[in-house]
Structures are given as structure tokens and as C-alpha cells.
């Protein structure tokens, strides 16, 4: 039976770094959290790290007002939800040629704030122009994508809530640690536990 259980968790580690690769393809990015007041401050973060939850991202230059102006509104939203328990994750990109100019985003602001490097890939990946908004549903894909600048959208609260409430309840196969979230972390665990011929029940998904 273990020896059953340890060919399926090598099997599932494979097909979950493969998943992992492919969901997230396109609508994802590795990049440092510059925020020191984040609680991600130092970590790689993106869109495949907080699989599981939904995740918001905003586009901007530290160096411009507006940009400023919009990334604090929707922090302020961030800050509500987290403190109603709700699995949402805040991520402002900007652009390390700004770099300078970060303190507008970091001051008094508690979201991760990356800076995509030259020649900015994730900027081209995504497309994104300045105050661009995209919000993601817990599988990854892409459910609102529109540009802020002139305000943010009425509904977003409310659209917030309903993805929120499209996550199932069920506990997620493979989530090692127990977090609620299947992310980055587990798949680093389940690959561990394969390299050291190790068993762990719940990185067992088959």
C-alpha cells in the first residue's frame, strides 16, 4: 500500500508542477515584494503563489499621482477584505526604472509592490498600460480586465464577494500545509517529499 501511495504522489507531483505551469502560463509572473510592510516582504509572489484565492492586479508607475492615487483606493478595499477573513490578494506592478519613486506605493499602503525589470515581460505578457486592472478567480483565469484611470469600477466589491463565494468549500488535495490554498508552497513540499522518498497523505491526490 505504501509503496502504491509513493509511485501515485510521484505520478501527481509531476502532473501537478505541469498544471501549475499550464493554467498559469500566461497570466502569471515571479517578482520580488518590495512592500517591507507586506507580509510577503522578500518573496517571489504572483499569480500561480496565491492559487486558490482570488488575486488582483494593478499596473501603474510609482511616479505618477494618478497611478499613486488608484493603487491606494484599492488597497483600501484590500485592507477591508482582509479583515473580513476573505482569501484576496492585492499585487501592485510597476516598473524598477521608478524605483526612486516607490515610497508612493509602500507608504502606508499593505499590499505586495513589485517592480517587473527591463525589458518588463510581465508588463508584455499581460499587456498592460498604465492603471490597468485585472482580477483573477481562484483557477487562474482572467475575469475582469479594464483601465482604471478614470475611477474604479462600482461593482467591484460586489464582484469581489462572488468570485469569493465560487470557491469550493472543499478541503484542496494536495494542500500540504493545510492553508486552505493550493499554491507555490505545496508544490515545493510534495517535490521534497518525492526527492526524499518521503509519504505525506495529504500530497497524496490521487
Same mark, same amino acid.
Given at each position: 500500500?505504501?509503496?502504491?501511495?509513493?509511485?501515485?504522489?510521484?505520478?501527481?507531483?509531476?502532473?501537478? =508542477?505541469?498544471?501549475?505551469?499550464? +493554467?498559469?502560463?500566461?497570466?502569471?509572473?515571479?517578482?520580488?515584494?518590495?512592500?517591507?510592510?507586506?507580509?510577503?516582504?522578500?518573496?517571489?509572489?504572483?499569480?500561480?503563489?496565491?492559487?486558490?484565492?482570488?488575486?488582483?492586479?494593478?499596473?501603474?508607475?510609482?511616479?505618477?499621482?494618478?497611478?499613486?492615487? @488608484?493603487?491606494?483606493?484599492?488597497?483600501?478595499?484590500?485592507?477591508?477584505?482582509?479583515? !473580513?477573513?476573505?482569501?484576496?490578494?492585492?499585487?501592485?506592478?510597476?516598473?524598477?526604472?521608478?524605483?526612486?519613486? =516607490?515610497?508612493?506605493? +509602500?507608504?502606508?499602503? &499593505?499590499?505586495?509592490?513589485?517592480?517587473?525589470?527591463?525589458?518588463?515581460?510581465?508588463?508584455?505578457?499581460?499587456?498592460?498600460?498604465? @492603471?490597468?486592472?485585472?482580477?483573477?478567480?481562484?483557477?487562474?483565469?482572467?475575469?475582469?480586465?479594464?483601465?482604471?484611470?478614470?475611477?474604479?469600477?462600482?461593482? =467591484?466589491?460586489?464582484?469581489?464577494? !462572488?468570485?469569493?463565494?465560487?470557491?469550493?468549500?472543499?478541503?484542496?488535495?494536495?494542500?500540504?500545509?493545510?492553508?486552505?490554498?493550493?499554491?507555490?508552497?505545496?508544490?515545493?513540499?510534495?517535490?521534497?517529499?518525492?526527492?526524499?522518498?518521503?509519504?505525506?497523505?495529504?500530497? &497524496?491526490?490521487?
Amino acid at each position: 500500500m505504501y509503496k502504491f501511495g509513493e509511485k501515485m504522489l510521484k505520478t501527481n507531483a509531476i502532473l501537478t =508542477l505541469l498544471l501549475f505551469s499550464s +493554467v498559469f502560463s500566461q497570466y502569471d509572473y515571479s517578482l520580488e515584494d518590495l512592500n517591507s510592510t507586506s507580509q510577503f516582504y522578500g518573496q517571489e509572489v504572483g499569480t500561480s503563489y496565491f492559487s486558490g484565492q482570488v488575486s488582483i492586479h494593478y499596473f501603474g508607475h510609482y511616479n505618477w499621482g494618478l497611478c499613486t492615487a @488608484r493603487f491606494g483606493e484599492l488597497n483600501d478595499f484590500f485592507v477591508q477584505w482582509l479583515d !473580513e477573513g476573505l482569501p484576496v490578494q492585492l499585487i501592485g506592478v510597476g516598473k524598477d526604472s521608478h524605483l526612486s519613486a =516607490l515610497g508612493n506605493w +509602500v507608504n502606508s499602503n &499593505d499590499a505586495p509592490v513589485c517592480g517587473d525589470t527591463s525589458p518588463f515581460t510581465t508588463w508584455s505578457a499581460w499587456d498592460a498600460s498604465q @492603471r490597468d486592472l485585472f482580477i483573477l478567480d481562484y483557477e487562474g483565469n482572467v475575469v475582469f480586465h479594464e483601465n482604471i484611470s478614470s475611477g474604479l469600477p462600482s461593482n =467591484l466589491n460586489s464582484l469581489i464577494y !462572488e468570485l469569493v463565494d465560487a470557491i469550493p468549500d472543499d478541503s484542496i488535495l494536495g494542500d500540504t500545509n493545510n492553508d486552505g490554498v493550493l499554491n507555490v508552497l505545496d508544490v515545493v513540499t510534495i517535490v521534497n517529499l518525492v526527492l526524499n522518498n518521503n509519504y505525506d497523505e495529504s500530497a &497524496d491526490m490521487s
